[in-house]
Structure formats: structure tokens, C-alpha cells
């Protein structure tokens, strides 16, 4: 049953969509002539709106951060600007993995669903199959954790190495594996969900990552109340340090900062939402897309319109808001990372004398670089 496919033309598929399109449209019409929209209905439009408009944001920084990093890796290959350096191994790989998450979130949004209180997610406009939309929501998946991970990962690892105290191996350990595992049981859930049509499975992808999202709220916090003091402690008061010193502990501060509060949101209101979707309303014996039974492959299905619900059922867009939050974190971390000026990044030393051949400076380089330089003087904030 798990490779049983909907047998239908393009041709007769679009024309039922555009004959439900066309029942949705009557439908609007018909509740605005008797007084308006469900409330619902117009908060979930709203947020559409609001996603609408934010993608531009989105894309037009990931685009200028990837032009921005392209010319960091000019400027150190010619030699030509002083003090010009390679980009961290946290800036290589997240930015490349951001710009792939705006992307996979833009093909997301273009038929946006809303989660219903009866389970089943609706849509804006209803023509994107749900083998398609879990796809591009697995590599999004994919690809922010990805970059979350890799750049927590090397915070961790260069400012222990900089305070010369021993690399929190267990720690790192536990943050891979649990990064690893989470990755793959998202993708197997999805799967799952086409594959047997049962409700259930998408509250177990939300637990997964909230087990990933609290092994990175207690890293952050680790960082914020441990290692950033420490770091400050050492520094002498009386003397000015470089500005990429003061760029360096201030983008730990940052990130970890902005991670947590998404790691907050997300432990907070996913273990909400999975209890009283699997516990209070037996969401594993619930079909998922409602015109197919249980055990059946709705993966060629597409989701039903926003106007086509029960009575009593109403539109959840929690998780929306969440996803709006974590669009916008990941933009100001763009932001702020490549907006920086040539005097906060990290020097190396010009090709010819010790080029870092894979292009980027790695966890060691970094903790090293700043041990020389920060300890013995101190950090005055560069604005």
C-alpha cells in the first residue's frame, strides 16, 4: 500500500482543482454577503500576507550574503586590501545553508497550509501535491538545522580552544549524533505520513526537533552563562583590542542568544501541540488528507482549501508564527554577520606565506588567533 499512487491525467487533476478553486471563490463570496470571513480564516490570510512579504526580505539577503562572502574570498585571494581574511567555518557553511533554506521555504510558501483543530492542513490555494510539499519541507528542514548545528558547533569548539581548556568532546558528541538522528527520523516521519496517511506522524517530526532543540538550549546556555564570561574575564581592563576581537565574542552572544529563543518557542508550544494532537484527539487513527482511508499513499493528494472544513473546525496558525520567527532570526543573523565591516573580520595571514587551503578558517585557527590577540588586553565594544 505504501507505493499506491493516484491515477489521474494533468489534465482532468487541474481541472478539479480549478473547479474547487472556483467553489472556494463562490464560498468567500458567499460569507462576505452574509457578513464577512471567519475570523480564522482572515488571521491565517493575514500571516500569509505577512510570509508574502517578508520572502523578498528573505531571498534578498541570502542572495547579498552569498555575493558578500564571494567577494571576501576575491579580496583575500588578490592580497589587494589590508587585513582582508577568509570567512569563519560557521559563516562558510550557514550562509551557503540559509540561502538554501529561504529557498525550499519560498516553494513552501507559494500554496501555503494552515493546521486545522479536526488535524488536517488546509491550504491557501490548493494545487501543490503533498509528495511535493513534504519534500521541499524535509531539504528546508534539512538545511536550517544544518546551519544551526554547524555554527553552534564551532563556537563551542573555538572558544574552548582560545580559553586552552579541554574540547567539550561529550557535549559534541551528543550535539552531532543528535543532529544526525533527528535529521533522518524528520525525513522518515514525512515519508510515513504520505505513506500511511495517519495524523500521528507529523506530531512525531515536532518531538524529534524537540529533543534536537533542547541538547542546543542547554549548549547556548553554556555559552551565555559560561564561556562568554570566562572569555571576558580573561581580558585585561585599561586596553582596546581589534575590532574583529570584539566582533568575534559579540557574534557568540548574539547567536546564541537569537538560537535560544527559537529553542524556547519551539520546546514550549511543539509538546503542546503534539499531546493534544496524538493524546487528546487519537491523532494515529485519523486519516491525514481526508478523502483517502488509513494505510493509503496520499503523497499524489493535495491538500483541501481553507473554506472546505467541517463546521466547528477552525484554522491553527500557531505553527506559522513559529515559522515566521524563525524566518526573521535567520535574517537578522545574515544580516549582521555579512554587514559587518573588513576591520571585524578575522585576519590571516596573506597567500603566499600560509594559505588555508579549504577556505575558511576552522575552530583551531580561530581559538588560536584570538588567544594571541585578546588575551592581555581588553574588549572595549566596537558599535
Known sequence: FWLKSASCSPSSWFRTRRAEGSESAGMDLAMQSAGGLPWDVIVARGLYGVHM?????????????????????????????????????????????????????????????????????????????????????????????????????????????????????????????????????????????????????QAWACMFVVGLNAVWAYTNFVLLKRVVPAIESRIQA?????????????????AAKLVIIADLAILVLFPIIAFERVVLRGAHEKAFYPGMGLNEWAGNAVPPLMMQRPDGVLLNPVLEVVELLIGWLQCIYVLRVCGACISTRVPCNPPGEAVIHHGYIDEATMGSLFRSVAFGVTCKKVL
Not at 580552544?161 to 522518515?188: D, F, K, N, S, Y
Not at 585599561?238 to 570584539?246: E, I
Open 53 to 201: 512579504l517578508s520572502m523578498p526580505c528573505w531571498v534578498a539577503a541570502s542572495a547579498w550574503s552569498l555575493w558578500k562572502r564571494r567577494d571576501i574570498r576575491a579580496e583575500y585571494g588578490s592580497s589587494k586590501i589590508a587585513g582582508a581574511g577568509l570567512p569563519t567555518r560557521a559563516e562558510y557553511f550557514s550562509i551557503r545553508l540559509l540561502a538554501l533554506y529561504t529557498v525550499m521555504d519560498a516553494l513552501r510558501a507559494m500554496d501555503l497550509c494552515f493546521d486545522s483543530t479536526d488535524g488536517v492542513c488546509r491550504a491557501v490555494w490548493g494545487f501543490v501535491p503533498w509528495w511535493f510539499r513534504c519534500a521541499v519541507w524535509v531539504a528546508r528542514d534539512l538545511a536550517l538545522l544544518g546551519s544551526i548545528g554547524s555554527n553552534l558547533s564551532f563556537h563551542l569548539g573555538w572558544t574552548y580552544e582560545a580559553l586552552e581548556w579541554e574540547q567539550p568532546r561529550t557535549l559534541q558528541m551528543v550535539m552531532h549524533g543528535t543532529l544526525g538522528i533527528v535529521l533522518c527520523a524528520i525525513a522518515a516521519a514525512f515519508w510515513a505520513l504520505m505513506a500511511t496517511n495517519r495524523q500521528s506522524w
Open 238 to 254: 585599561g586596553k582596546l583590542l581589534p575590532a574583529w576581537v570584539c566582533a568575534a565574542v559579540e557574534e557568540v552572544r548574539v
